[in-house]
């Protein structure tokens, strides 16, 4: 069975700006372009019979679209850097998402994510990379942001067993609400 997990997709444009970031980093492997996307919850390896339900219940998810931004530059492991990540913008309607992802799978009986939900786009994985390297890295391109963004949909991908990174396939396609543009309900039409 593929590991599963929910995440953003990260729209053609920003995904552009953040492929200009590759490269420059000794014992760097970035991450194919294709694959950027934001995890908002690792789910692992399932059977087919737990995979349905969340596919059911995450569909059920009723939220509106909002808007995100990809801003700053960190790395993951401060004595060992690991990877290398672009920060995400903190909206508060990305973490009502997340928890209310994480409450669906910890309701079907899935473990709590041991990690804090930090949301970001991993670019590369670090093997053997110097701390100095990394801080060089990071140094010269901190100011990096993109424009903001509108987030449509969350989907479920797939990732077979590998070293991470891709490739990975799209399961299924969650949409979020269009929000109403002025705050009404253009449906119901007060009597005067």
């Not at 590991?3 to 492997?29: D, H, K, V």
């Not at 401060?78 to 409450?103: D, M």
Request: with cysteine.
């Amino acid at each position: 069975m593929p590991r599963l997990f929910t995440a953003l997709e990260i729209p053609r444009n920003a995904a552009m700006s953040l492929s200009l970031l590759r490269g420059g980093l000794p014992g760097a492997r970035w991450i194919d372009v294709e694959n950027y996307h934001i995890t908002l919850r690792f789910i692992g390896d399932v059977d087919g019979r737990t995979a349905d339900e969340i596919v059911d219940r995450l569909d059920r998810i009723d939220r509106p679209e909002f808007q995100l931004q990809l801003t700053g530059m960190g790395a993951f492991g401060s004595k060992k850097p690991h990877s290398i990540f672009a920060g995400v913008s903190n909206p508060p309607e990305l973490y009502a998402l997340q928890a209310e992802i994480e409450r669906i799978c910890q309701r079907l009986g899935l473990p709590a994510d041991p990690r804090k939900f930090t949301p970001h786009v991993t670019l590369a994985r670090l093997r053997n990379s110097r701390v100095e390297d990394v801080v060089n890295y990071l140094s010269g391109r901190g100011g990096f942001h993109t424009n903001s963004f509108t987030v449509p949909r969350f989907v479920l991908l797939s990732s077979r067993d590998s070293v991470g990174g891709g490739p990975y396939l799209t399961e299924e396609v969650f949409p979020l609400r269009e929000p109403f543009s002025n705050g009404t309900s253009d449906s119901f039409i007060h009597p005067l």
